[in-house]
């Protein structure tokens, strides 16, 4: 510039494309001519960042996710030595699952959170304190390690020398202590990302040399995009949190509950399938009398005594049993069996006599009680939807295998707790169906079984099947569908199976005909 404040008349030329002096209208503003900017240098021109920008409009806007769909899957817990999915489903929104060839995998990491006590501290020399652990820590050099509840050594440490037991940290001796320590280390670096039609996903299994129960992992995914129309979109990327558990001990127990249940069964028979069941106090019939005891209930019986009265009967069991009130046995050490033959009817008193019309109304008790048991009536629909109950309905699926989204089953009157759902092939399946997959909820944000698994090929033949289980709740007119995809309209033949239980008393899933 010149001294008077003006710039000097070169540098009102039209300057050459991409000059290289630094006069402002040349190099500063720039030549509409210069090349638009692909990577940041302190020689590029304003008009050339311009350029760069208009180019990438495009794929700038579709940053805020108007075009696809991204949907990631939640995986809260998972167990050692068992493998788990972790998933991101990518939908076009007008052409549907994005085909592999156009996405771009990305990458993910892993790494598990740890931590436990601290036995002690120790002097090492040189500005190093050896730390020593109850139970393997699993890091390794170089680590970041948090210290808390301690007096002197509390902070984030980065760590050297390890040991299963031990490692050093860089601080001032002072004296020993115990403490709580906890970190971050990185079990799985950075791996490519497998992909599919409309999804990208991982399957990892989770090995006992590396975790152990009450660790915390984190999958984090990155560098994921896809390809639509040219242009490139950058879908929303989360990490995947959750803790480690061991479901072994549970599974155990489990399975002692079903071996008890079942010869429970075989004692009295299975009463899931009849109606009309009472409780046990009502079919006992013991009177409505405050802390009383069953034994004491039943001396207590208010039905019209032996003798006629309509009084409560205050006597021994043996005395109710006995037939005439003229207590010829000892019912403290008799057996059931001598009191039995001494309480029987003789042909002098007629039964009619004695009992009542009471007679009747046992036997049909009896008879009641022993339908319910034996499965000649069928147990109440109350009771089926009752809390905790498990319910199973299926459905079968005849519509066209290009038919789209199809309602399987409505969650009616309240709110239904939804355990597994399994797809299953009572033929072979048409070629015209590429995908089926099951979602649930509002505007299907529940996905169950995925286009990664509900494919053709995985049902081509009669009873291949592909199943899921886990837990989701599904609110009162929340609904299940499948969604049929597919290059022609032949129909399907497949079933759905929905094992599920009731949150509240009288929920269930009133299944559709498809």
Same mark, same amino acid.
């Given at each position: 510039?010149?001294?008077?404040?003006?710039?000097?008349?070169?540098?009102?030329?039209?300057?050459?494309?991409?000059?290289?002096?630094?006069?402002?209208?040349?190099?500063?503003?720039?030549?509409?001519?210069?090349?638009?900017?692909?990577?940041?240098?302190?020689?590029?021109?304003?008009?050339?960042?311009?350029?760069?920008?208009?180019?990438?409009?495009?794929?700038?806007?579709?940053?805020?996710?108007?075009?696809?769909?991204?949907?990631?899957?939640?995986?809260?817990?998972?167990?050692?030595?068992?493998?788990?999915?972790?998933?991101?489903?990518?939908?076009?929104?007008?052409?549907?699952?994005?085909?592999?060839?156009?996405?771009?995998?990305?990458?993910?990491?892993?790494?598990?959170?740890?931590?436990?006590?601290?036995?002690?501290?120790?002097?090492?020399?040189?500005?190093? *304190? @050896?730390? %020593?652990?109850?139970?393997?820590?699993?890091?390794?050099? !170089?680590?970041?390690? $948090? #210290?808390? +509840? /301690? =007096?002197?050594?509390?902070?984030?440490?980065?760590?050297?020398?390890?040991?299963?037991?031990?490692?050093? *940290? @860089?601080? %001032?001796?002072?004296?020993?202590?115990?403490?709580?320590? !906890?970190?971050?280390? $990185? #079990?799985? +670096? /950075? =791996?490519?990302?497998?992909?599919?039609?409309?999804?990208?996903?991982?399957?990892?299994?989770?090995?006992?040399?590396?975790?152990?129960?009450?660790?915390?992992?984190?999958?984090?995914?990155?560098?994921?995009?896809?390809?639509? +129309?040219?242009?490139?979109?950058?879908?929303?990327?989360?990490?995947?949190?959750?803790?480690?558990?061991?479901?072994?001990?549970?599974?155990?127990?489990?399975?002692?509950?079903?071996?008890?249940?079942?010869?429970?069964?075989?004692?009295? +028979?299975?009463?899931?399938?009849?109606?009309?069941?009472?409780?046990?106090?009502?079919?006992?019939?013991?009177?409505?009398?405050?802390?009383?005891?069953?034994?004491?209930?039943?001396?207590?019986?208010?039905?019209?005594?032996?003798?006629?009265?309509?009084?409560?009967?205050?006597?021994?069991?043996?005395?109710?049993?006995?037939?005439?009130?003229?207590?010829?046995?000892?019912?403290?050490?008799?057996?059931?069996?001598?009191?039995?033959?001494?309480?029987?009817?003789?042909?002098?008193?007629?039964?009619?006599?004695?009992?009542?019309?009471?007679?009747?109304?046992?036997?049909?008790?009896?008879?009641?009680?022993?339908?319910?048991?034996?499965?000649?009536?069928?147990?109440?629909?109350?009771?089926?939807?009752?809390?905790?109950?498990?319910?199973?309905?299926?459905?079968?699926?005849?519509?066209?295998?290009?038919?789209?989204?199809?309602?399987?089953?409505?969650?009616?009157?309240?709110?239904?707790?939804?355990?597994?759902?399994?797809?299953?092939?009572?033929?072979?399946?048409?070629?015209?169906?590429?995908?089926?997959?099951?979602?649930?909820?509002?505007?299907?944000?529940?996905?169950?079984?995925?286009?990664?698994?509900?494919?053709?090929?995985?049902?081509?033949?009669?009873?291949?099947?592909?199943?899921?289980?886990?837990?989701?709740?599904?609110?009162?007119?929340?609904?299940?569908?499948?969604?049929?995809?597919?290059?022609?309209?032949?129909?399907?033949?497949?079933?759905?199976?929905?094992?599920?239980?009731?949150?509240?008393?009288?929920?269930?899933?009133?299944?559709?005909?498809?």
């Amino acid at each position: 510039m010149s001294g008077d404040g003006e710039f000097p008349p070169k540098s009102r030329k039209v300057p050459a494309p991409d000059a290289v002096r630094n006069f402002f209208e040349e190099e500063v503003i720039g030549n509409k001519t210069d090349a638009a900017v692909t990577t940041v240098a302190v020689t590029k021109s304003i008009m050339a960042y311009l350029k760069g920008a208009l180019n990438n409009t495009n794929t700038i806007v579709t940053l805020l996710g108007q075009v696809i769909d991204v949907h990631q899957n939640v995986v809260g817990w998972c167990d050692v030595d068992n493998a788990a999915r972790f998933e991101i489903s990518l939908i076009d929104k007008d052409t549907g699952p994005i085909p592999s060839g156009n996405i771009t995998s990305g990458n993910y990491v892993i790494n598990r959170y740890r931590n436990g006590a601290i036995d002690s501290f120790a002097d090492a020399g040189a500005g190093q *304190i @050896t730390v %020593t652990v109850p139970v393997a820590h699993g890091f390794s050099n !170089g680590d970041t390690v $948090e #210290i808390s +509840g /301690t =007096t002197n050594y509390d902070g984030q440490h980065v760590i050297a020398n390890v040991a299963a037991l031990t490692f050093e *940290i @860089t601080d %001032t001796w002072v004296a020993t202590e115990t403490g709580t320590w !906890g970190g971050w280390h $990185e #079990i799985v +670096g /950075t =791996t490519t990302l497998s992909k599919d039609t409309g999804l990208v996903y991982l399957d990892y299994y989770f090995e006992d040399t590396d975790w152990q129960t009450d660790d915390t992992f984190k999958v984090t995914p990155s560098g994921t995009s896809v390809s639509i +129309g040219g242009h490139t979109y950058y879908p929303a990327e989360v990490s995947w949190l959750g803790a480690i558990q061991d479901i072994s001990t549970i599974e155990g127990k489990i399975d002692i509950i079903d071996a008890e249940v079942g010869l429970i069964q075989a004692d009295i +028979g299975d009463p899931s399938s009849r109606t009309n069941l009472q409780n046990l106090e009502d079919i006992l019939g013991n009177p409505d009398t405050a802390g009383k005891t069953t034994y004491e209930a039943v001396k207590n019986i208010r039905e019209t005594a032996i003798d006629g009265s309509s009084v409560p009967v205050e006597n021994t069991l043996s005395d109710i049993l006995h037939k005439d009130g003229s207590y010829t046995y000892d019912n403290t050490t008799d057996s059931l069996e001598a009191i039995s033959n001494k309480t029987a009817l003789d042909a002098t008193v007629a039964k009619e006599a004695t009992l009542g019309t009471h007679d009747t109304d046992i036997k049909a008790l009896v008879n009641t009680n022993q339908d319910l048991l034996d499965g000649t009536t069928a147990t109440p629909t109350a009771y089926r939807m009752e809390v905790g109950v498990t319910q199973v309905k299926e459905v079968s699926i005849v519509a066209a295998a290009n038919a789209g989204v199809t309602t399987v089953g409505t969650i009616t009157s309240h709110p239904c707790l939804i355990k597994s759902v399994v797809i299953h092939a009572d033929a072979a399946q048409t070629a015209d169906m590429t995908t089926c997959a099951v979602e649930g909820g509002t505007g299907q944000v529940v996905e169950f079984i995925g286009t990664g698994d509900a494919i053709q090929a995985n049902l081509d033949a009669a009873d291949k099947q592909v199943s899921w289980y886990g837990s989701v709740r599904l609110d009162a007119t929340k609904t299940i569908a499948i969604d049929l995809q597919g290059t022609g309209a032949t129909a399907v033949d497949l079933t759905v199976t929905i094992e599920y239980i009731a949150c509240v008393d009288g929920g269930y899933v009133a299944p559709e005909v498809v």
